[in-house]
C-alpha cells in the first residue's frame, strides 16, 4: 500500500515535455493575491496519494496559489487549435492553465497536474489568464459530481481563492484550480499540427498519445488507426451517458474534446430541469449548435474533424470504417444507460421503443427528467401517484406504466437506486454555493460537493420539490 504523501514530498516529472519545444512553451505561473483555500477533493487527493491533512496546511495555497512550485515541476503551456462553433480557429493553447507536471497515482497510472487560472501564456491572446471563483467552482463541481456517477471526466483537486481581482461582466474575483486527469490533450491538439502542415509533429504527437495512452495499440497493424478507433468509441459512450444524466457540455468545440474521452472544459455546463430536448445551456449559442439533443452528432462531427487531422497517417477508408462506429456505439451505449435507470434488466425487442416512449411523455409533460427516474422508483414500489403527478394521469402514461411494469423484475428497485441520483447538480444549487462563496464563505460550497460525492445515497426521495420557474432550464454566460 502506498503511504500518504505532504506537499513537499510530492516530485512531479513531465512526460508532455518528452515532446519538442513547438508543442509548448514553458511558462511560469503568476502568483494570485493572498491566495487561500476554497475548496478541496479527499476524493482527488486520494487519486495521487496526496496527504488528505494536506488541506489544511498553508502551503497548499502557496504551491497552487503560484507562489512556489512543487518538485520537479517545470511548467508549460501546450499550443492547440481547434474548431469553435464550427468555424476554424488557427490557434488557441492554454491561455490560462499550465500543465505542472506528472506523478504516478495510486492506481500506478501517472496523473498530470494542471493549474488553471496562473495567469498570461503566450497563447492567452486577449485573455488575462485568469479564472473567475465562480467558474472554477462550476467546473470543481461539475468534474467531481460526474466523477461520482461513473461519467469519465478530469478531475478537480482543489480551489485557491484570491484578493486578486479580475475584469469579467463586472470586477470579480481571481482564483485557481487544480485539475487532475491522465491527459489533457485534446482533439485540437492534433488539428494544429495538421492545419499547420507539419506531418512530422503530428505523427510524433500520435505516438506520443500511444505510447503513453493506447499502448494496447501499438501492436496494431496501424497503431494510429487502432488509437482513432478507440477515441471514436470513447466518445460516442461519454457522451451516452451525458444524455442519460441530462448533462448538457455547452461549448463542445474540438479544443473541448478529450484525446481520452473524458469530459473536459466546464464551461456554461447545465442537468436538464425539465426535459427539454432542444435546451441551449450557453447563453453565447445562439443557435443551439450544442443544444442537449445536439450533442450526439456533434460529438460525431468533432470525430470527423480528428479524423481529417490524421489523413496523413490512416487510409481514408479506414477512418471512415473506424467513425462509422460512432452511431452503432452510442445507441447501444445510451440503450443500456437508460435501461439501468429504468432497472430493466435482459433483453427485448420492445426496449428501445419504451425508452422512446418514455421520453416522447417527458417532454410532453415537460417533466423534471432526473426526478421522473425518483418517482417511478415509487412506481415500482407499488405507488404510481408521484409519476402520475410529474407525467400527467391520462391513458397514455397509463398504458405506458403498465407495459413499463409489465417489463420489470424483482430486481428493478435495486438497479434503479443504483443509478438515479437522488441529486443532482441544478444550476441553481450551483448558483447558491457560488454567491456565498464570493462572500467568502465555503460551508454551503463543501455541503454540496459532500452530497455530489454520494449522489445515490440515500433511499426513496418523498419531496420532489419543483424547481422554481425562473431556476429551471437557465442558460449561462460562457464568460469565466
Ligand atoms: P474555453 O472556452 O474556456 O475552452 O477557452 C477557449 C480558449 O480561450 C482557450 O485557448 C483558453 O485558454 C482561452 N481563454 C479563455 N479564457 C481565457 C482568459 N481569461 N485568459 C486567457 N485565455 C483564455
Ligand atoms: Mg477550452
Known amino acids: 500500500m502506498m503511504k500518504w504523501s505532504g506537499l513537499d514530498q510530492l516530485q512531479l516529472g513531465n ?142 483537486l482543489c480551489i485557491i481563492g484570491s484578493e486578486t481581482q479580475i475584469c469579467r461582466e463586472s470586477i470579480e474575483s481571481g482564483a485557481s484550480m487544480v485539475r487532475l486527469s491522465p491527459s489533457h490533450i485534446r482533439f485540437g491538439h492534433f488539428e494544429y499540427f495538421y492545419y499547420t502542415r507539419r506531418p512530422e509533429q503530428l505523427k510524433q504527437l500520435a505516438d506520443f498519445v500511444i505510447r503513453h495512452h493506447y499502448p494496447h495499440c501499438s501492436a496494431e497493424a496501424n497503431p494510429c488507426l487502432a488509437m482513432y478507433s478507440e477515441v471514436v468509441e470513447r466518445t460516442a459512450r461519454l457522451v451516452a451517458q451525458w444524455q442519460a444524466l441530462g448533462f448538457c457540455h455547452g461549448v463542445m468545440n474540438t479544443d473541448n474534446m478529450s484525446i481520452l474521452g473524458l469530459t473536459l472544459d466546464y464551461g456554461p455546463f447545465g442537468f436538464l430541469d425539465d426535459y427539454q430536448p432542444d435546451y441551449i445551456c450557453n447563453r453565447t449559442d445562439e443557435h443551439g449548435r450544442y443544444a442537449y439533443h445536439q450533442q450526439p452528432s456533434i460529438a460525431m462531427w468533432n470525430c470527423v474533424c480528428l479524423a481529417q487531422s490524421l489523413m496523413g ?139 455530489l460525492r454520494t449522489p445515490c445515497k440515500e433511499g426513496l426521495s418523498r419531496d420532489f420539490q419543483p424547481v422554481r420557474d425562473g431556476d429551471r432550464n437557465v442558460s449561462l454566460s460562457c464568460s469565466s
Open 313 to 451: 497517417l490512416v487510409r481514408q477508408a479506414d477512418l471512415q470504417t473506424a467513425l462509422n462506429r460512432f452511431q452503432p456505439e452510442y445507441a447501444i451505449a445510451y440503450t443500456e444507460q437508460m435501461k439501468r435507470r429504468l432497472g430493466i434488466e435482459g433483453k427485448d425487442v420492445q426496449d428501445g421503443a419504451l425508452i422512446e416512449e418514455f421520453l416522447q411523455l417527458l417532454e410532453q409533460a415537460k417533466a423534471d427528467y432526473n426526478f421522473t427516474f425518483l418517482a417511478l422508483e415509487h412506481a415500482v414500489a407499488g405507488e404510481a401517484e408521484p409519476v402520475m403527478a410529474l407525467l400527467g394521469d391520462n391513458s397514455r402514461v397509463r398504458d405506458w406504466l403498465s407495459r413499463y411494469l409489465g417489463r420489470i423484475n424483482i430486481n428493478a428497485a435495486q438497479l434503479m437506486s443504483q443509478y438515479n441520483p437522488r441529486v443532482v447538480l441544478r444550476n441553481y444549487l450551483a448558483q447558491q454555493v457560488i454567491e456565498q462563496a464570493e462572500q467568502g464563505d465555503y460551508s454551503e460550497l463543501a455541503k454540496l460537493h459532500a452530497a
Open 15 to 156: 512526460r508532455f515535455a518528452e515532446l519538442p519545444e513547438p508543442f509548448y512553451s514553458l511558462v511560469q505561473p503568476q502568483p494570485l493575491k493572498n491566495p487561500h483555500l476554497v475548496a478541496f477533493s479527499t476524493d482527488a487527493a486520494a487519486l495521487i496519494g496526496l496527504d488528505p491533512c494536506q488541506a489544511s496546511s498553508q502551503q497548499l495555497s502557496e504551491y497552487f496559489g503560484g507562489l512556489r512550485l512543487l518538485k520537479g515541476s517545470n511548467p508549460l503551456a501546450t499550443v492547440y487549435s481547434g474548431h469553435q462553433f464550427g468555424g476554424y480557429t488557427a490557434q488557441l493553447g492554454d491561455g490560462r492553465a499550465l500543465l505542472l507536471g506528472d506523478l504516478e497515482g495510486r492506481d500506478g497510472q501517472r496523473w498530470e497536474l494542471q493549474l488553471k487560472g496562473s495567469g498570461k501564456t503566450p497563447y492567452s491572446r486577449h485573455g488575462d489568464g485568469r479564472a473567475a471563483l465562480r467558474s472554477v467552482i462550476r467546473e470543481y463541481l461539475g468534474s467531481e459530481a460526474l466523477a461520482a456517477l461513473g461519467v469519465p471526466t478530469t478531475r478537480a
